[in-house]
């Protein structure tokens, strides 16, 4: 799948457009973690200058060139159908239209193709993007554990950027994302496991770079996040066991560096003890069978997209206010799998374990097939972040947040338009 040849008439276009691609993408890839208007502005503007450049090079659009198009599809097309037949139309339509944020991964392999030379600063303007919410992030937690004062200046500042910065109070000593996205574990999971392949030939940045995000991850308390990485490391532990421990250190350094957190902060691992302590987790177990009982009152279409919210008075007010008196209204049963089932039914989740199956299964095929070269733990790391992507869902509805997915989807986009070439392999050297 390299890039189409540009034509003879078209070069000084070309090379208009291919710096435009390259900006574009590096900025795409930067911003939409750390801001979602921004990534929206620069998917807006991504997305024109792509087909005006696929327009040009004269690309011929092949659904084989593009991933998971059917999956993908039907995923959305019975989104449309669970709106129309649940409740609140209106409101299901409105936020069905996420669905369509697949579009991105293919809006980014056009760019890829079209350019292969953009993928390189994709890959720096991601590194450089993962490291600074990383960092942000631990700074936070080391301003709230030894200088508290620091903190609650922020959070008394009459300046947004500063404020904006602060850890608020109800979220105690965790770093669980008071900046939209800056710190959001699911994102510094899905970073810390893919960059611990990234940069081949620069053994220290990769395992720098995978250690912060994985410190970031652990310090946010983030339970449901901490196993997808825990499944990350073992699918990590078993492509490493297949090449004879060759790159064992790539992920044991990393791993190391990441649980210093746990040493360094007992209110961490406190939290991260009871994942699995059912009486800890009775706002969980709560929400469980919420999305039980929805599924079991709506198993064809579901109750429509995004109407959790609207049922929650319904279905578990009186329960829900045993155990959170405090809190009155909530939209997530914190379980990708029965949000999905109870908003689109029994259908809607057969189609998202399709999805969830088509990537994984060309992940572990695509990591098999390629021959050993620089880039093999890259695609060992997207292969360890997808599996650990889809188990952090056990717990968490990641595939739902904007943030999250598209990150997903940006790692699908470089692993589907990889070419193992010396040229690449100098792209993050």
């Given amino acids: 799948m390299g890039a189409q040849p540009m034509e003879k008439n078209g070069r000084i276009f070309?090379?208009?457009?291919?710096?435009?691609?390259?900006i574009l993408s590096g900025l795409f890839a930067m911003t939409y973690v750390a801001s979602v208007s921004a990534g929206y502005l620069a998917l807006f503007?991504?997305?024109?200058?792509?087909?005006?450049?696929?327009?040009?090079?004269?690309?011929?659009?092949?659904?084989?060139?593009?991933?998971?198009?059917?999956?993908?599809?039907?995923?959305?097309g019975w989104g449309l159908v669970a709106s129309l037949c649940g409740n609140g139309v209106a409101t299901s339509l409105y936020h069905w239209r996420s669905d369509f944020i697949f579009i991105t991964c293919w809006l980014l392999c056009l760019t890829f193709r079209l350019k292969p030379e953009s993928r390189r600063w994709a890959i720096l303007a991601y590194s450089a993007g993962m490291a600074f919410l990383a960092v942000s992030g631990i700074v936070q937690f080391v301003l709230i554990h030894w200088?508290?004062?620091?903190?609650?200046?922020m959070v008394n500042s009459s300046?947004?950027?500063?404020?904006?910065?602060?850890?608020?109070?109800?979220?105690?000593?965790?770093?669980?994302?008071p900046v939209n996205t800056m710190t959001y574990a699911e994102v510094m999971g899905l970073a810390g496991l893919v960059m611990i392949g990234l940069w081949p030939g620069r053994f220290w940045i990769g395992a720098a770079l995978s250690a912060i995000c994985l410190s970031a991850l652990l310090a946010s308390a983030?339970?449901?996040?901490?196993?997808g990485m825990a499944a990350g490391m073992l699918v990590l532990a078993a492509t490493m066991v297949r090449r004879r421990w060759q790159s064992i250190w790539r992920?044991?350094?990393?791993?190391?560096?990441?649980?210093?957190?746990?040493?360094?902060?007992p209110s961490v691992w406190g939290r991260l003890k009871t994942t699995f302590n059912p009486e800890q987790n009775m706002d969980r177990l709560v929400m469980w069978r919420v999305?039980?009982?929805?599924?079991?009152?709506?198993?064809?279409?579901?109750?429509?997209?995004?109407?959790?919210?609207?049922?929650?008075?319904?279905?578990?007010?009186k329960e829900w206010k045993q155990y959170f008196p405090y809190q009155d209204i909530w939209s997530d049963v914190h379980n990708l799998y029965l949000q999905q089932a109870a908003e689109r039914g029994l259908p809607g989740l057969v189609i998202l374990l399709i999805v969830a199956g088509s990537m994984t299964w060309w992940c572990a095929r695509t990591w098999r097939r390629r021959p050993p070269c620089p880039w093999k733990e890259f695609h060992a790391g997207i292969f360890a972040a997808i599996v650990g992507f889809?188990?952090?869902?056990?717990?968490?509805?990641a595939f739902q947040d904007v943030e999250v997915v598209m990150t997903v989807y940006f790692l699908l986009a470089l692993a589907w338009t990889a070419e193992d070439t010396v040229e690449d392999t100098q792209a993050v050297k």
């Avoid at 070309?14 to 390259?22: H, N, S």
């Fill in 14 to 22: 070309d090379r208009r457009i291919g710096w435009a691609l390259i």
């Fill in 45 to 76: 503007l991504l997305f024109p200058t792509a087909l005006a450049g696929a327009v040009v090079s004269r690309v011929k659009f092949r659904f084989s060139d593009y991933p998971f198009v059917w999956p993908f599809l039907a995923y959305a």
């Fill in 147 to 153: 200088y508290p004062q620091a903190n609650q200046w």
């Fill in 159 to 177: 300046i947004g950027v500063i404020h904006r910065f602060a850890l608020l109070q109800d979220h105690g000593l965790r770093v669980h994302g």
């Fill in 222 to 227: 983030s339970r449901g996040a901490a196993l």
């Fill in 251 to 265: 992920a044991v350094l990393p791993l190391g560096a990441a649980c210093g957190i746990l040493l360094i902060s």
């Fill in 291 to 317: 999305g039980l009982n929805l599924l079991r009152d709506h198993p064809l279409t579901g109750i429509g997209i995004s109407q959790t919210r609207a049922a929650w008075p319904v279905y578990f007010h």
């Fill in 390 to 397: 889809w188990v952090m869902n056990i717990t968490e509805s």
